[in-house]
């Protein structure tokens, strides 16, 4: 039984004849009897008594009935369903995130479109690197993925990519600690000061930019925020992009490097057809605001 016998069936019970039902459902009263021959003839039983009166159901058309009741109902659910997600009520986004954009740009976007559309959960999987986030998202376990651009990393890659901005790494001090250092802070000089890093490079080696490799590292911590609590308790000094430095003042201080240090920032997709909510999501990113 398909949807439109359903619809048809449950008519003619409903207004308690074909000629009724007809002008609701806005056919002809042969082209419903005739659908009503054909469907009886698909279940080798009768459906409908014909009287005087109009028609009822036999005891196998109740039972008929009753499932073509419930095929329907099913199927608005569904639409419903579709509709919400569509119409971006309900729905969910899988993001791959490079482990150190989680906080900056990640949590900051996530949240322009939940304000939007609070029906959308987001679920997130953290990877250490730019690599592996790619590969997160090409073999479809997550729809989004924001990585940092680095050099060659689009080479063969089938992703699309779309630049969300450049984020100035930042050299966060705890406030006691800022006064004896220079502003902006030469990069060279990082090397040698006490640093918090977050574990994310295999062998213990911790390069900044330029060829810089941090000689005097006092903790290594899994967790960027563990890393901010640190600076901020005097621990040491981290190197963070400069809207998270900025986020412990006064109890710490971002001071700029020289030479700048800076990296870019984008989301990557899979080319083709994108779920509404990964859609909305593209969108507002790219419309002016």
């Known amino acids: 039984m398909d949807i439109r016998s359903a619809q048809y069936l449950v008519a003619v019970v409903e207004q308690g004849s074909v000629t009724a039902a007809a002008d609701v459902l806005h ?17 080798d039983t009768t459906l409908l008594e014909r009287t005087t009166r109009g028609v009822t159901p036999t005891p196998a058309g109740l039972a ?7 095929l329907l109902a099913d199927v608005t659910r569904a639409e419903d369903a579709v509709a919400a997600v569509v119409e971006l009520r309900k729905g969910e986004l899988s993001l791959a995130v490079q482990s150190d954009l989680a906080i900056d740009p990640v949590a900051r976007l996530t949240g322009l479109l939940h304000a939007a559309s609070p029906g959308i959960t987001f679920t997130t999987t953290a990877a250490p690197s730019p690599h592996e986030v790619r590969a997160l998202v090409r073999d479809g376990s997550c729809e989004l993925g924001f990585v940092e651009r680095t050099p060659g990393s689009g080479t063969s890659d089938v992703l699309r990519e779309i630049m969300l901005g450049v984020q100035e790494t930042v050299l966060s001090i705890p406030a006691p600690l800022a006064s004896g250092l220079a502003d902006p802070v030469p990069l060279e000089s990082v090397k040698d000061l006490p640093m918090i890093v977050e574990t994310m490079t295999a062998g213990h080696v911790y390069l900044v930019d330029r060829g810089v490799k941090l000689e005097n590292v006092v903790v290594e911590v899994a967790d960027r925020l563990a890393v901010r609590e640190m600076v901020a308790q005097g621990v040491g000094m981290a190197l963070l992009p400069r809207p998270i430095a900025e986020q412990d003042a006064p109890a710490s201080v971002a001071r700029s490097l020289h030479p700048s240090v800076t990296r870019e920032t984008i989301l990557v997709h899979r080319d083709g057809a994108l779920s509404p909510a990964a859609a909305a999501f593209i969108e507002r990113l790219t419309s002016p605001r």
Not at 27 to 43: F, M, N, V
Not at 64 to 70: T, Y
């Open 64 to 70: 008929v009935v009753a499932s073509a009741r419930k």
């Open 27 to 43: 056919i002809s009263q042969p082209s419903l009897s005739q659908a009503i021959r054909s469907l009886e003839r698909t279940l």
